[in-house]
Nanobody
Framework: QMQLVESGGGSVQAGGSLRLSCAAY????????LGWFRQAPGKQREGIAH???????SYADSVKGRFIISRDNYKYTLDLQMSSLKPEDTAMYYC??????????????????WGQGTQVTVSS
């Protein structure tokens, strides 16, 4: 079992930056594949960043070049550094984990463990 707790959300103006963190509590953190997802009102949850066991990242096109995902297997943390934020980045952001590590890493169905979410609001 794994529990995930996000922090770091807030309000920022367009062009600004935020850093989200996700603390993990559970076993075999280093064996998990991790991801960040977001869900805007009225829209489906979408995968935006993934990092595998070898700390290799991948990103959705919508955030590539602006967001950086990282993990610390000693501190059991997962971070998302967000830069050049746009109003369309406004959403609830979730971290997620799974041990199967199959697929693209950006599919909602791939993940078994989810945090409660943290709100990010970007104003124009």
């Amino acid at each position: 079992q794994m529990q995930l707790v996000e922090s770091g959300g807030g309000s920022v103006q367009a062009g600004g930056s935020l850093r989200l963190s996700c603390a993990a509590y559970g076993l075999s953190y280093s064996h998990a594949c991790l991801g960040w997802f977001r869900q805007a009102p009225g829209k489906q949850r979408e995968g935006i960043a993934h990092i595998n066991r070898a700390s290799t990242p991948s990103y959705a096109d919508s955030v590539k070049g602006r967001f950086i995902i990282s993990r610390d297997n000693y501190k059991y943390t997962l971070d998302l550094q967000m830069s050049s934020l746009k109003p369309e980045d406004t959403a609830m952001y979730y971290c997620a984990a799974n041990y199967r590590c199959t697929g693209t890493g950006l599919g909602v169905y791939e993940y078994d463990y989810w945090g409660q979410g943290t709100q990010v609001t970007v104003s124009s």
